[in-house]
């Protein structure tokens, strides 16, 4: 896997390989960093870390992944710089990209991030955008390989809001690295068919299969469900219309009886809003495996930043 030099955008732009290999990387260096052993790849480097959004884990795992590797992260939020205020996206990149020697964006905009990558001329991760939240899914794919060894042949299914950025970003990765994939999500809020046909070509080659639906019997089999908030970011308005929406795809202990295997697990993203799209009874039951996965952003994370900046 070389991909130096790269931005982390989306992982349409990343072949299965490639996102193996990042896997394999962060597998490596967890392991290194519970023995105690650090690295000195990101040395002399210093990184921007621009907040749009508030974070606990994209910015905890930027922060230690980035002086884990010796290098100097700069947290920068909405009220640090001018970008898109009195500053367009592109002019800031262009200062940014001579001081910095590589920026992580989480915030609102799919395009604001490209625009960075564009016109920065370094390295740039997306730590969360309205469209897509590739970083997460890589620490949920470490989760799964840690579960079940391996990904290719499982079965996941994503409850809830099926078209925001956690949803979209799941269909992606499991269409290229061969997991059958199924949202399970109420009619209104499906995924656009646009990505949907785009995962299905990518699932051609992987041998996954990609699945819509607003049937709970959908679970049936499943190696894991996954849920997110029902409300994202931004959208705290629509809060009791999503909830009259979402509340029959509550997950809870029903649910999990309709899947028929006693190995089924749960994966949440975080923050997790207990008594709406999971009960508080399901959530402690995986809770070890959550917090895995949370853990798990902060060595996937790293491993991004080494692959494509470090030395």
């Not at 795992?61 to 290098?71: M, N």
Request: charged letters at 25%; a negative charge.
């Amino acid at each position: 896997m070389n991909i130096k030099g790269r931005s982390f955008l989306t992982l349409k732009d990343f072949t299965p390989e490639e996102i193996g290999g990042l896997l394999d990387l962060a597998a490596e260096l967890k392991a290194k960093k519970k023995q105690g052993i650090l690295g000195s790849s990101l040395k002399g480097k210093n990184i921007a870390l621009i907040f749009e959004k508030p974070s606990t884990r994209t910015r905890c795992s930027f922060t230690i992944g980035c002086v884990d590797e010796g290098g100097h992260p700069e947290y920068l939020g909405r009220e640090d710089i001018q970008l898109g205020h009195k500053e367009s996206v592109k002019d800031t990149a262009r200062v940014l990209g001579r001081m910095f020697d590589g920026i992580e964006f989480r915030g609102f905009s799919q395009q604001t991030v490209e625009e960075l990558a564009r016109y920065s001329g370094v390295p740039v991760w997306n730590g969360l955008t309205d469209e897509y939240h590739p970083t997460q899914i890589l620490a949920d794919f470490l989760t799964l390989r840690e579960q079940f060894g391996e990904l290719k042949g499982l079965s996941l299914v994503f409850v809830g809001d099926g078209r925001n950025n956690m949803a979209n970003s799941l269909m992606i990765g499991s269409a290229k690295m061969g997991v059958h994939f199924t949202i399970l999500a109420p009619k209104e809020l499906w995924p656009a068919q646009s990505l949907v046909d785009t995962c299905r070509e990518y699932a051609k080659e992987s041998g996954s299969r990609i699945t819509i639906t607003d049937e709970l019997d959908a679970v049936k089999g499943a190696d894991a469900l996954y849920t997110d908030v029902w409300c994202s970011m931004g959208e705290e308005d629509k809060a009791a219309e999503r909830v009259a929406l979402l509340k029959p795809y509550q997950v809870n202990q029903e649910l999990f009886d309709r899947t028929g295997k006693a190995s089924t697990i749960l994966l949440h993203c975080l923050p997790a809003v207990k008594g709406y799209e999971v009960t508080e009874e399901i959530f402690e039951k995986f809770a070890d495996v959550i917090f895995d996965e949370a853990e798990n952003r902060m060595h996937t994370i790293k491993a991004v930043m080494v692959a494509t900046l470090g030395d």
